[in-house]
């Protein structure tokens, strides 16, 4: 087992990609992905991440399937230890709304929840203005957006419920914090009317893609981004450095996994222009400890080829990569913790 793997603990599945297969799964047999996440919990898997399949396009890029914070609610509830990262576009939400799925999202899994930022031209579908625009006003909209859920997600200190019988108080007031933004594109009040999240702040998740086109480094966590070979992960890396000098997030690369039969059940061109491991277990070790070993990356989303089987062959095959790598004690720390994320704490107030 190669030992620099301790170094880079974070290991996600991504369940939103058409690569993933998911299209075919009844609406109805939520049960099918539980199986295929509880396998991804037990062998050690940090994060799951869901799409929000707004795109309803015959030929759209994402497949028709579950809301992402109803199927994160149905598959926390069964499945312990890994979290959930649900996709939402901010084009497709109003924040206030926004922050209260999530923020809900994160007390019913216990603090495992996390938001994948996404510029999707889905909200096209809620009747709402096309998240792609040409003079990057979905970028700016996005980066408030960003900012104005983690205001709303301090409305309420940790300890601003007093509930004393006694004295007939329920809240301190003076830990109520209104929002009271006014913005180019939203105008909020607040306070949120869910408690502040287990977390804190979630955390949030983007695409390399979304920083490059515009969207405020500090929106990010977490940056995801495909690169087909070494120089190419470098010169995204450099992207983003230029981009984002001092931004202290986390790299994540992602990875399409074709496990044995499954690169059959594959779709010319599928594996986009990312990194693609194919083969037999062996080969797929071999190639993903050579990966992590050169890119370096801060984290991994592994992508599979041939649907929720092609998942389950892809986690057999690589499991022993990290197996015995953690310490007994890692499944029950915080997702910040997971993700090698620091510590929440309450940032200055939102500026109009």
């Not at 909200?123 to 970028?139: N, W």
């Not at 977490?222 to 070979?229: H, Y």
Request: with cysteine.
């Amino acid at each position: 087992m190669p030992a620099f793997l301790s170094a880079f603990p974070t290991l996600a599945i991504d369940l939103s990609s058409p690569r993933a297969g998911l299209g075919d799964v009844r609406l109805d047999r939520p049960e099918r992905i539980q199986a295929t996440v509880a396998r991804a919990a037990a062998l050690g898997v940090d994060l799951c991440i869901l799409d929000d399949g707004l795109d309803t396009r015959p030929q759209g890029t994402h497949p028709l399937g579950h809301e992402a914070v109803t199927l994160a609610a149905f598959l926390a509830a069964a499945v312990p230890r890994i979290g959930f990262a649900l996709t939402a576009a901010p084009a497709a939400f109003e924040p206030y709304n926004l922050a209260r799925l999530l923020a809900s999202a994160d007390h019913v899994s216990g603090g495992r929840a996390a938001w994948q930022l996404s510029l999707d031209d889905g909200a096209r579908q809620a009747g709402l203005q096309p998240a792609t625009s040409a003079d990057g006003r979905d970028a700016r909209r996005a980066s408030e957006a960003a900012a104005l859920l983690r205001a709303l997600w301090e409305s309420w200190e940790a300890d601003a419920f007093l509930r004393d019988k006694a004295s007939g108080a329920f809240i301190d007031t003076d830990k109520v914090h209104y929002v009271d933004h006014a913005g180019p594109h939203y105008a909020v009040r607040g306070p949120l009317n869910v408690a502040r999240p287990p977390q804190g702040h979630l955390p949030v998740i983007g695409r390399v893609d979304a920083l490059l086109a515009g969207v405020a480094p500090a929106a990010f966590d977490v940056l995801r981004g495909s690169a087909a070979g070494l120089d190419a992960w470098l010169r995204l890396r450099g992207a983003v450095s230029t981009r984002a000098p001092g931004w202290r997030g986390r790299l994540w690369s992602d990875v399409t996994v074709v496990a044995g039969a499954a690169s059959a059940s594959l779709p010319a061109g599928a594996a986009g222009t990312g990194l693609v491991l194919a083969g037999d277990a062996q080969a797929l070790r071999r190639q993903l400890a050579d990966w992590v070993s050169t890119a370096r990356p801060d984290g991994l989303v592994l992508r599979f080829a041939g649907g929720l089987a092609g998942a389950a062959a892809g986690l057999d095959a690589l499991s022993p990569l990290w197996a015995g790598v953690r310490p007994a004690s890692w499944a029950s720390r915080s997702l910040r913790e997971r993700l090698a994320l620091p510590a929440f704490a309450p940032a200055r107030p939102l500026a109009a």
